[in-house]
């Protein structure tokens, strides 16, 4: 296991609303795990809505300046290293100033809330939180806002890491593991290998064609994976990491939700692919399926070495 992956520098948006703030018990965590930095910030936003969730949105300089500092001064309070950052330009396009903040202010983490889990079409158009992904390659923390109480502490228990691709996941799989030796949590490493009845319908044509051969080839998939997450699980524990694994087979997202409720996992880990695009980042069945069905926390990571 790579020392080191741990996230150090947090960028932490804010609107002023009470839904905004269901990342802040997440963010003390993984601050007080790494000794993390954090800055909050407020975006002045052009044409902005007088209320935002509920709450009168922030629209003035002074006012978002006096709103960071009360919440920094909260988080100082608990030990925390913060900081505030009003960007006083007006924005029109609030995720991308968001992504773009985080490489001008070097930060290696972008916390952001969630809603509407349950129904993707909620979650596509109800929230900022897949654009600032379309925009950034800094890896980002989603925070279900209705599953959060910003005034109860973020409990880090269990971890579910998605392992697609042992051979290129290995930041995932480092980050994952070291989030676990830091909190004591258990490690979950769980693989999914396709059926018959759940491989995609590309690979679906082919399968009609040569059944036999097809099933056959996933037997041998299932098979390889268990023995690469046996070896993992191995290297995991020699490392002073709880880890379990896990070969599941069927449907990755569901097999994904299905582990992290049983286990009440309180993150799933997984790499993202094609960032870049948002028809791109949602075409990514998984990561979409999992925005939706899954209530908990997930942390999102960009592919290693391009886009592909």
Known sequence: MVRGHMFSRMLVPLDGSRMAEAVLPVVVRFAELASASVVLLHIIERDAPTSIHGDVHLTDISAAE?????????????????????????????????ADHSSELDRDLVVLCR?????????????????VVMHGETPVLLVHAEESDPDHPFGLSSIVLLLEDSANDTTALDIAAEIARLSGSR?????????????SAQEASAGRLFPYTTRHVLDIAAEESMDSVRET????????????????????AS?????????????VVLTTRNLAGLGAFWA?????????????????LPRQGGRG
């Not at 699980?233 to 990755?252: S, Y």
């Not at 998984?286 to 942390?299: D, F, I, N, Q, W």
């Open 66 to 98: 006096e709103y960071l500092s009360r919440i920094a001064e909260n988080l100082k309070g608990r030990g925390l290293n913060v900081e505030t950052h009003v960007h006083t330009v007006p924005q029109g396009d609030v995720p991308r100033c968001i």
């Open 115 to 131: 809603h509407g889990a349950g129904s993707v079409r909620r979650f596509v158009f109800g929230s900022n939180a897949e654009r």
């Open 187 to 199: 490690l979950y490493i769980l693989s999914v290998v396709p059926t018959m009845q759940s491989i």
């Open 233 to 252: 699980v191995d290297r995991m524990v020699a490392c002073g990491v709880r880890a379990i694994g896990r070969i599941e087979r069927g449907e990755t």
């Open 255 to 267: 097999a994904v939700v299905t582990l992290a409720r049983s286990v009440q996992a309180d993150l």
């Open 284 to 300: 990514n069945d998984v990561t979409r399926k999992l925005a939706g069905a899954y209530e908990g926390v997930l942390l999102l």
